[in-house]
């Protein structure tokens, strides 16, 4: 079956800009995890979603970030009054469930703040 | 707080040459790991994983080892391929942690041909 997918794939934005990206996990799957990863570094947690709810939340970096999952499925993630060091490849994963340790990766969506 | 790293950051080997890349991590209580392949412009891809109950496990050409005495983990590749030239992450999780994954810094793996 199809695996995660994020839109866009690329995003340019100015400074101070809003932005929305989107993540569909694979079908069937409840949980799901956003990630951010800068340049040249590892994957830093953002939040995790059971279903349409959020348990963890403590990986969002300001209260700029938020995101949401509706119907179990699609999720976004919005970053408001963007800034530079948003800069990054913003990655979304999906596990069958939060007990299913597994995660598969979306491509990810590369934000660039001008 | 936990992290997890990796001892070297680049890896360069010839073709057919068996690979090792090593990695580090701190929380003790961390009880499953994984090792994800990254190739440009693309997302991490599951590779191998093992619990903590475990001290070796074996894919296709890839055989994981945990030594929990010492916090250390690794992956080793056999034969290895053009292909394998990615960046390799190291990740922990723990039971209680909603399995979110904390990644190492990663190694990129160069291989010559």
């Known amino acids: 079956g199809a695996g995660v997918s994020q839109s866009p794939s690329n995003k340019v934005t100015e400074k101070g800009k809003d932005v929305e990206l989107r993540c569909d996990p694979i079908?069937?799957?409840?949980?799901l995890y956003w990630y951010r990863q800068s340049l040249g570094q590892g994957l830093e947690f953002l939040i995790y979603?059971?279903?349409?709810?959020?348990?963890?939340k403590s990986g969002l970096p300001s209260d700029r970030f938020s995101a949401e999952r509706t119907g179990g499925s699609v999720s976004t993630l919005t970053i408001q009054r963007t800034q530079q060091e948003d800069s990054a490849v913003y990655l979304c994963?999906?596990?069958?469930?939060?007990?299913?340790?597994?995660?598969?990766f979306g491509p990810g969506t590369r934000l660039l703040v001008l | 707080g936990e992290s997890v790293g990796l001892h070297l950051p680049t890896l360069s080997v010839q073709e057919g040459d068996n690979s090792i890349i090593n990695c580090a991590y701190s929380?003790?209580?961390?009880?499953?790991f994984i090792w994800y392949k990254q190739e440009s412009g693309k997302g991490p891809q599951f590779i191998i994983d093992?619990?903590?109950?475990?001290d070796k496990r074996q894919g296709q050409r890839v055989t994981v080892l945990l030594n929990k005495t010492v916090k250390h983990l690794s992956l080793q590749i056999a034969a290895t391929q053009p292909g394998d030239s990615a960046v390799y992450f190291c990740?922990?999780?723990?039971?209680?942690?909603?399995?979110?994954?904390?990644f190492g810094a990663g190694t990129r793996l160069a291989v010559h041909p």
């Open positions: 994963a999906s596990s069958l469930d939060g007990v299913e340790e597994t995660q598969y």
């Open positions: 079908s069937g799957h409840t949980a």
């Open positions: 979603f059971q279903g349409n709810s959020a348990p963890d």
């Open positions: 929380n003790s209580a961390s009880d499953y």
């Open positions: 093992i619990r903590s109950n475990m």
């Open positions: 990740a922990e999780t723990f039971s209680g942690g909603y399995n979110k994954l904390i």
